[in-house]
């Protein structure tokens, strides 16, 4: 019959991908690496291909809650915060495209881990040579994109301090792991540094909006709390319903955690050549303190003592830090000084637990 098409017309693939994030582009290359295998990737979002909204680094902050972004938001968190965007991205490339490009090399312990649980073929002595077949080149980031607070969050100051300058490769350029107990195999508290401060969940609770800064956002790496997720409907564009049920595990471990974070990063703050940079702390949550359990960050045994707050150091930046011990996605972040520009980001409701 005119114009009908016959089943026999429509292209045929030896595999269906559906969705074309990270994992799904990795299988898709890996599978076309034999040349008379057809894939197929379904793939919500766009290409980012010459679009430089998605291409540069450090614009990922506005694609939080734009159109690139699923937006993921939660159910309730009786011990947590219930307004944090958990972003995905609805692009070509999913979060590899999304988040600044940021990735970790897992550890062996991890990979060990998920073998223990059943993951057979999974441990570090078959995936981490996959590494050496990245697709990707590494270099350092430019001189002229390292800003100064950054650098100074790793490595001894180079240069006067002063207001806190425009230069950054995504405004989030430095990282910090530890270990909190000396004799752990592996770090077990992880921070990101940002050059931008996160304020919306401190501004909710009444406290003033901050235009500049920095802020440490320490993490919970391997959480002991276990959530859940369910289809809110049979409508494909519906969200689904996320509850990660944050700070219940039963032995208190990811609070405690994540008080810890917060306790070592007072100390960090307080520890030149950062706190040369720092002026006072904002929004301060008083019942958090350094434990006689954590550990100095020099990596020498702590003497026991008294659970205690740790000082910030005052000089050009504002340190602000959520006021309350029952939110998610903890920042400690900072007001600075700018006499170069003013800041156009506004940092969403958004976190990486």
């Known amino acids: 019959m005119a114009g009908e098409r016959s ?28 040349p008379d295998c057809r894939v197929c990737v379904i793939e919500g979002g766009p290409s980012d291909v010459g679009d430089e909204r998605i291409l540069r680094l450090r614009n990922w902050i506005n694609l939080l809650g734009s159109e690139f972004d699923y937006g993921y938001t939660t159910v309730e968190q009786p011990r947590g915060n219930s307004h944090i965007l958990h972003s995905r991205a609805r692009v070509l490339g999913g979060c590899s495209s999304h988040n600044t490009a940021i990735s970790f090399l897992p550890l062996p312990e991890d990979l060990d881990d998920w073998v223990d649980r059943g993951c057979t073929g999974w441990g570090p002595d078959v995936l981490l040579p996959y590494r050496h077949r990245l697709q990707n080149r590494i270099v350092p980031v430019a001189d002229k994109d390292r800003n100064p607070i950054a650098r100074d969050f790793v490595t001894p100051p180079l240069r006067p301090h002063g207001p806190l300058a425009p230069n950054s490769a995504m405004d989030s350029d430095a990282g910090l792991f530890l270990r909190r107990a000396p004799s752990g195999p592996r770090p077990d508290l992880m921070f990101h540094f940002y050059q931008v401060p996160f304020t919306v969940s401190t501004e909710r609770l009444g406290h003033p909006a901050i235009e500049h800064g920095v802020c440490m956002t320490p993490n919970v790496p391997r959480a002991r ?30 609070e405690k955690t994540i008080v810890d974070g917060l306790g070592i990063a007072r100390e960090v703050a307080a520890t030149a050549p950062l706190r040369d940079w720092l002026k006072r702390e904002v929004a301060r949550n008083r019942t958090s303190a350094r434990t006689p359990t954590s550990p100095r960050t020099d990596g020498r045994p702590r003497t026991p003592s008294t659970t205690r707050p740790v000082p910030v150091g005052w000089a050009r930046t504002t340190i602000r830090w959520p006021s309350s011990t029952h939110s998610c996605g903890y920042a400690a972040s900072a007001e600075c000084e700018s006499s170069t520009r003013p800041c156009s980001r506004r940092c969403p409701p958004s976190t990486r637990c």
């Open 7 to 34: 089943v026999t017309d429509e292209p045929e693939y030896d595999y269906v991908i559906v969705g074309g994030g990270t994992a799904g582009c990795v299988l898709a290359a890996r599978l076309t690496q034999d």
């Open 225 to 254: 709390s276990v959530g859940r997720t369910w289809l809110a409907g049979a409508e494909p564009t519906r969200q689904p319903c996320l509850d990660f049920r944050y700070f219940t595990d039963a032995e208190g471990y990811d």
